[in-house]
């Protein structure tokens, strides 16, 4: 059985991506940092249909944490599918947006650059031992780093996903002796609990939203993780070095 990390598979489009690879019969080592209940619950759902799947705590709030994260990962690997080897990474925890330019402090600003970026660089480094020659990563960017496709109160949530995206296709390059992929999402607005639930709670900003998208409506987080499932899997052999928009047409 294959195997794939994915980082905030508590909740939205980690935890669809999750049910997704799951489902594609690819053993899942979800994380969760705040709601454990529902990063076990990530699991629960894949083993009632048959999968295999173990739930595993990580912030990426601090780079402390990282060298315990990566030999849990290891211990994961071992006890639950007997491998050393990881398949497949999908950098997707993330959290933010909401902080105007005028108002922000460094504190928070500084917060947005590790978990965002800074975090899931380093945790890529630290993984590559584990990484098999042959697998696949996949960066999970937002539209909020593309051109043209600017909302007020994003400015430091968008830089560290541009950079994201930006050292997508120089992994690509450096990976590609090892035969390792790397790719990332942009994902338009999706709905899921980012930004403190408003997505969930406030049909009228979901509606208005959804104006600015070619197919009239956001995205749901299914349809997401499908592009990532795609993107991991050996239909997408001869793609690297990309960022493909997911987004419904936003701004279109
Ligand atoms: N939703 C959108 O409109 C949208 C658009 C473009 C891009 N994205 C990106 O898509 C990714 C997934 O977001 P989502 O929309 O699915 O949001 P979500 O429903 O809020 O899920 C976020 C996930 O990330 C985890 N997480 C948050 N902060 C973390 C930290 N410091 N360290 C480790 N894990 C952390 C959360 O864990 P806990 O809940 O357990 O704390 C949760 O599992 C993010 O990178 C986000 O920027 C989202």
Do not use: C
């Amino acid at each position: 059985m294959k195997t794939a990390l994915i980082t905030g598979a508590s909740a939205g489009i980690g935890q669809a991506t999750a049910l997704e690879l799951a489902r594609r019969d690819i053993g899942v080592i979800a994380t969760y940092r705040t709601h454990q209940a529902e990063g076990e619950e990530t699991v629960d759902r894949i083993q009632a249909a048959g999968g295999r799947a173990v739930a595993l705590p990580l912030d990426l709030g601090g780079q402390a944490g990282l060298g315990d994260f990566v030999a849990s990962v290891a211990g994961a690997l071992d006890a639950t599918w007997g491998t050393s080897r990881l398949d497949f990474l999908v950098n997707n925890a993330g959290a933010g947006g909401g902080d105007m330019f005028a108002d922000i402090t460094e504190d928070r600003f500084d917060l947005l650059q590790q978990v965002l970026f800074k975090g899931p660089y380093f945790l890529t480094q630290r993984l590559l031992p584990v990484l098999v020659d042959g697998g696949a990563i996949v960066n999970v960017g937002s539209t909020s780093a593309l051109p043209g496709q600017v909302t007020a109160g994003y400015s430091a949530y968008a830089a560290p996903k541009a950079a994201l995206h930006a050292v997508t296709p120089y992994w690509a390059k450096e990976l590609a002796g090892r035969r390792i992929r790397v790719n990332a999402v942009a994902p338009g607005t999706t709905r899921t609990r980012l930004g403190g639930d408003v997505l969930l709670s406030s049909p009228e900003l979901v509606e208005s939203l959804g104006q600015g998208v070619a197919f009239g409506r956001i995205g749901e987080p299914e349809e997401v993780a499908r592009v990532i499932a795609f993107l991991l899997s050996d239909e997408a052999a001869w793609v690297t070095g990309q960022v493909v928009e997911v987004s419904g047409g936003q701004g279109l």
